[in-house]
Every structure is written in C-alpha cells, then in structure tokens.
C-alpha cells in the first residue's frame, strides 16, 4: 500500500486502510487515561468557569437538530455572550441553521489565551421564531481542556503580510467530484491549523474537541475523504469512545485571519494504518492513530461569532493579569475532586498548594515547559506555550483594534423610549455602566447604533437630535416600512435594554464659528441634526444672531418636536422663526416655494445654509441658493441612506489584499455574505472606517485591481466614483481584489 502526500493531499490507497472498532483496540494504541484526569470535571458552574464566560466573545458549539443532522459551529461574537442563569444553567442566541435537541457540546476559547472550558450539557428550551431563537441548556459537566491544540495550530496568530490567504479560483481547486470539491472547501482546509470536533456516545452524550496542527488539521484524500491526525494528548480520547459507537461526527474549521468557518459533516472512523500515518509524521513522527471521515456536506460560509469578535486583532487578546487562569482554575478542580473522592494527606497537600496566593502564577513556567516537553516529543520545534498559540519572534501589526483608526463601540442603556410623532420615536441612551460620561460631537453628527437582533449585530445611522456635551445622548427614530432596524426599535426596544453606539461620524455639522445667520431647511426625519443644531445654539449663544428654519412634513401629526420648536420660537423672538410646510396640505416643496422663503429671509451675504431631507429636496434647494448667488462653500448638505436591508452578491470567498503608500499591508479573504470591511477587521488589518453603513465616507479606499459592488445609496459622489473609490463598508468583491488605504 503506498500514499503520496502532496500539499496536505494523499493519493487514495489500493486497498482500504485498518480500522479500529473496539475500545481494546483504542486503548491499546493510546493507553488508558490518568486517574487524574477524569477528576478535572465538575458538576456545575463555578465562580471561575462564570469568570471564563464573561470574558469569553467566541465558542465552538455541537449539536444535533431534530432530525438528527450533525451540526458544529462558533457562537458569540462578544463577551460574555453565553448568559448564565444559574450554576447549571446558560442561555445564547443561535443564528445558525437547525434546531438543537438533547445532548449538546461546547468549547470556550480565550483569544490569546491557550487553555480551553469545555462545557457539556443538553437542551432545556428554545425560545423566539427558529432563526432568532434563545437557546437555554441545561449544564452536565465542565472542565478546563490542556492547551496543546492551540499550541499545535498556532491558533492565535494572524497571517504576516507576506503569508497573506490565498485561494484558487472558485472550482478549480479540485477535480473530484464529491463535497469536498464545493467552492472554497479544499483552499480553506489547506489553509486550516485548526477545528472543532464533535461527535455523540449512545447514552446521551455530547463532545465537541478542539483539534489542532501545524498547516492543515485536516488533508483531502478524495472528493470525498478527509484524515485527520490523532496525536497524543490527555488520552482521555471522548472522541475515539464516541465513534466506536456513533460514527455521526461533524467539524467547523478556522484559517487565522479569515472569518469564514467550514461546515462539514459526515462519518468517522479510526485507523492506525502505518502508512497512512507515516505521510502526516513530524520529524519522523507519526501520530498514533487518524480519524478517516467520509465527508457528506461541506461548505465554507461567513461567520457572524468569528467576524465580530475579531479574535486576531492583537487588542482582543486578553494579556497577563487580565485574562483568568484556565490552569489555576484546573487545580481547583481537581483539588476539590480530590478531597472528596480520596481525602487523605495528599488531597489536602494538593487543596492547600492550590489555595496559596500567587502559586499559579509560579507554576506557569512549569506547566508551559511540560507543553514545550511534550510537543516537542511530537515533533514540533518552534513552541512557545507563553505566546498562547502565537508565533515566536512575530511582530503584530497595528490594527483597528489596536487603537488604531478604530472608534470603539460605547455600551449604552436606553434611559427612556419617548413617543415623537406616530411613526417617530427618541431614544435617551446613557452609559450602561452608570458612569454618566460626557457624548461629545458637534451638532449635526451621527452615530451609528448597533443592537443584538436575532443573535445578529444589526447596525443603523442615526443623528443626534440633543445638544453635545450632556451625560445623555438623544437619537430620534422613524419607522421605515420593512427596515430591521428601525421596526426593531419600534417593537421591542424599552427602558433598560442595551445598545451599543459608534461615533461621532459625519461632515455635516456646525463649525466651532457660528456664523451671525443660520438657514435650516429639512424634510422629515432630516429634522433631527436641525433640532441638535438649534438646542445648542439657542443654549449657548444669547445675542443677535438669527436662525430660520423652514420645515417640511406631511401632517401636522407627523412634525418632529413640534411643541417644542414653537416654545423656543415664542422664547426667542427675533432669533428663531420657524416656518412649517405640510405636504398632505400645501403640496411638495418646489423650487418656487423655496426661492419666496429665501428671498423673504432677507440672508446675510454669510449666512450658512444647511440642508438636511431626500435627495431631490435638497437638490432643489441647492438649484436655488446658486441661481441667488449664494456660494457653495456657504451651503451643507447631509448625505444619508435610508438604512434599507440589502444583501451582498458575494457567494463564494475572494481574496483581498491591502496596500498603503504602495506597500503591503496584508490580506483577507471575504467570505460570502461579508463586506471588504468586515473581513479587513476580522483578519487585524487597520481598515479606516467609523459608521459603517455607508452615510459618513471614512471608509473611502481606492480600488487599485479587481471588481467591486456597492450597496446603494451611499455617500459616493459621481466623481469619487469614477476616480475608482469604494467605500468598504457597503462594498462587496466580484473578484480577487486590491485596495489602497492610503488617507486620499
């Protein structure tokens, strides 16, 4: 029998390789399992598996849906996303496909970080409509899991500009035919250190295994046929046991720096063949069993978990001192098992060497040069176990995420849901942390709003309506028929939920000069940056300069902050003249009706005009202010979309690459469903951006090769559009693409 590797491939054999089927055999090959190590495991959640969670932004969760499909995949996206109810109870969204039943299993990973919580349990409820539903599991057992699968698959460490994703054109990768020939899937897995395992006993029980290795986890042997290495661990080997008596297994794959994940499921069995073990040896090192997989579905998608938590952005990975200690936690542990399983002098010594202050942090040098010891017996030479699954002497790159360009998101509380208008709506947001910090912005900025809908972050641009400066930020919000967003709000949102807000962002706005006049003219909800503009002038700025604003609404009804524009008119006389147009009444704005406002104003020759409405509105009025002789740099206008949903037409991976100044930066892969923006964040590149949905421009790059589509409208102008700018926010890639970065 003989078998060729070739680029993480082997040639299928001339006969079928030997399979183990019995736990003789198993134990056999790997040995049996240290007593010790089946005393790691506890009942229930304890103070330090609740700290894991909190900190925690991404898990690989595996289930089985009522159909009995196999299903493994990554959940979160920030921290502390698996909510706990009580030490034996969690809840979480699942955007996925399918609906969990029974046995479940978990893995919470730390970014950075190289120890793992596992989590097994089973399903107690599911909540809401299929594809948003709340998720609630009954917890069975949790442990800490050793490190040495991070370790192996270098997991934490991003691509460095030279080693930049690649793929192969979609469908050309491979020749068989069969799942693994799909779009996408056989690029992905010679690229993938690393994946999520799980597989199921007959008596009810789940487990979902971190595996890992250097390059590819898992090699093609067919269209159809993977192997993945078994090499030495803790020999507890739930994995193995498991398929001797379920071979249902299904797996999700990850490349560092990309944020798609492979979906594949299929059937399992173990093999110890000497020469199909032989083509996966390090220095002369084979593993001492594989696991062959008969693949039935693979499929490389976009993952929301992996794209919001951006584990490969240097700023997400938990230093020392902050992040918990999975190890110390293990010791307790096993220290409590211990002195209840066995008491005696040594289950004592254990508890009490595990109780004094600091001890972990002593014995960490001796735990990572057991992880060094025992790798290296494997194989692998370049281990360092203090990096957490990061590469040796490479340097991180600044990122978005690293204080970059990036404009965090502030977590904030609804204060208060106040009724406008019929289809208008204020939200009071104020620090979810009750700190009472400052909004700081120029009246006319717009922040962007990022609310957790159906375990998806959805987000929309809306601009402040109250004055900056006040430990309270207002955002007024109109129904838009059919918009997630805003229904959203409108529905479901109420005092007490959370939110989080993006911003400042955005051109229009006051200067740190107010001018002596100020002109107004806006169309409904392009009344709220008005009303910013107005609340602040009129608070901070008593004398003789005079705003006029000029209104337009359909209905009296639907006129925003109606009774407070006419108190503050009546207030301030000669300062302030508001002048209201109902269109249901007197008909749409036209440019007559605009030209007799203006010229009745009487306007200083610099006086400032702002414009804030739909398209043509605010094309009219400029069609006018220039036939009056006003000059452009006099005149503001607000460019914004409508916050329509509009999907992306990428449906399979393309390759990106990053440039700025003319050279490299690095590279993403987009995943289908994902914007430019969205992979350069998830792979730590130091992507420009601040609203992110196309209103404020800051993501403006050239386009330097390739294709791109743009989701319309957006702030683009038809000349920064034919110069070959996009704005990666909104942008989708039709083919491998390069960008540059470089401020224009």
Request: contains cysteine; glycine residues 12%; charged residues 25%.
């Amino acid at each position: 029998m003989t078998w060729e590797n070739n680029a993480g491939r082997q040639a299928s054999p001339s006969s079928a390789p030997h399979r183990l089927t019995t736990a003789d055999e198993v134990e056999t090959a790997i040995g049996r399992p240290a007593s010790v190590i089946m005393l790691k495991q506890i009942g229930a959640l304890d103070e330090g598996c609740r700290t894991v969670l909190a900190r925690c932004p991404i898990a690989a969760f595996g289930y089985r849906d009522a159909d009995g499909t196999s299903r493994t995949t990554f959940i979160g996206g920030t921290p502390g996303f698996a909510r706990v109810r009580s030490p034996t109870r969690i809840s979480f969204s699942l955007p996925g496909p399918g609906d969990p039943q029974g046995p479940v299993s978990f893995f919470f990973l730390l970014p950075g970080v190289g120890e793992i919580l596992r989590v097994n349990g089973s399903v107690a409820a599911r909540r809401g409509a299929r594809k948003d539903a709340e998720t609630t599991v009954d917890v069975e057992e949790a442990y800490v899991h050793c490190a040495q699968a991070v370790l192996r698959s270098r997991l934490w460490q991003p691509p460095a500009p030279s080693e930049s994703p690649q793929l192969t054109e979609p469908g050309a990768e491979f020749a068989d035919d069969g799942p693994l020939s799909g779009p996408g899937v056989a690029a992905f897995l010679a690229a993938a250190p690393f994946l999520a395992l799980s597989t199921w006993d007959s008596s009810g029980g789940s487990d979902t295994s971190p595996r890992g290795d250097r390059q590819a986890v898992a090699r093609i042997l067919d269209g159809r046929t993977l192997v993945i290495p078994d090499r030495k661990g803790n020999r507890r080997a739930d994995t193995l046991h498991n398929l001797l008596r379920d071979d249902r297994l299904s797996f999700a794959a990850l490349v560092p720096g990309r944020s798609g994940v492979l979906h594949v499921r299929g059937r399992g069995a173990i093999t110890d063949d000497p020469a199909l073990l032989e083509t996966m040896a390090l220095r002369g090192m084979p593993p001492h069993l594989a696991l062959l997989v008969d693949v039935e579905h693979a499929e490389v998608t976009g993952n929301d978990a992996v794209a919001r938590s951006r584990p490969w952005a240097p700023g997400a990975h938990l230093g020392r001192g902050t992040a918990p200690d999975l190890m110390a936690l293990a010791g307790e542990h096993l220290a409590a098992n211990s002195a209840e399983a066995e008491g005696g002098p040594s289950a004592f010594l254990l508890k009490a060497v595990t109780a004094i202050p600091g001890m972990s942090r002593l014995l960490r040098p001796v735990i990572n040069l057991a992880y060094r010891s025992g790798l290296r017996k494997e194989g692998y030479e370049d281990v360092e176990p203090g990096s957490g699954g990061r590469r040796r002497g490479v340097a991180h790159r600044r990122t978005a995420g690293d204080g970059g360009t990036d404009k965090l998101l502030r977590e904030v509380r609804v204060a208060e849901v106040r009724r406008e208008t019929p289809s208008a709506v204020t939200l009071v947001l104020e620090d979810a942390d009750g700190r009472k910090g400052r909004f700081d912005f120029r009246p006319g900025q717009f922040f962007t709003l990022v609310a957790d809908i159906g375990g998806r972050p959805v987000r929309r641009a809306y601009s402040a309506s109250s004055a900056p400066g006040s430990s309270r930020l207002e955002v007024t919000v109109k129904h838009v028929e059919g918009g997630r967003f805003s229904t959203h709000v409108h529905r479901s949102l109420r005092a007490g939920d959370r939110l989080a807000v993006r911003g400042p962002s955005g051109s229009f706005h006051t200067g740190p000069q107010l001018p002596d006049e100020t002109v107004l003219v806006a169309a409904g909800s392009g009344m709220t940056p008005m009303m910013s503009m107005i609340r602040t002038r009129l608070a901070d700025r008593p004398g003789r300069d005079r705003i006029a604003l000029l209104y337009s609404s359909r209905s009296a009804e639907e006129i925003l902050f109606g009774d407070e524009l006419t108190r503050l008119a009546k207030e301030n006389p000669g300062r302030l003249s508001v002048t209201h147009v109902l269109t249901a009444r007197d008909g749409r704005l036209d440019a007559d009706g605009i030209r007799h406002w203006v010229t009745g104003l009487s306007p200083a020759r610099e006086a400032h005009y702002y414009v804030c409405g739909p398209e043509p509105l605010a094309d009219t009025v400029q069609g006018v202010l220039t036939e009056l002789g006003v000059e452009d740099e006099l005149v503001h206008r607000e460019r914004y979309t409508s916050g329509a949903d509009t999907g992306t037409p990428t449906t399979v991976p393309r390759e990106m690459a990053v440039e700025e100044d003319g050279q490299p930066v690095g590279g993403a892969v987009v995943e289908p469903g994902q914007t430019l923006l969205d992979a350069g964040l998830a792979a730590g590149l130091p992507m420009p951006y601040s609203c992110t949905v196309g209103n404020c421009g800051d993501c403006m790059v050239r386009l330097r090769g390739g294709e791109v589509t743009l989701n319309e409208p957006n702030c683009l102008t038809p000349e920064q559009k034919a110069d070959g700018y996009v704005l990666t926010c909104v942008g989708s890639p039709l083919s491998k693409v390069t960008l540059d970065i470089t401020d224009p």
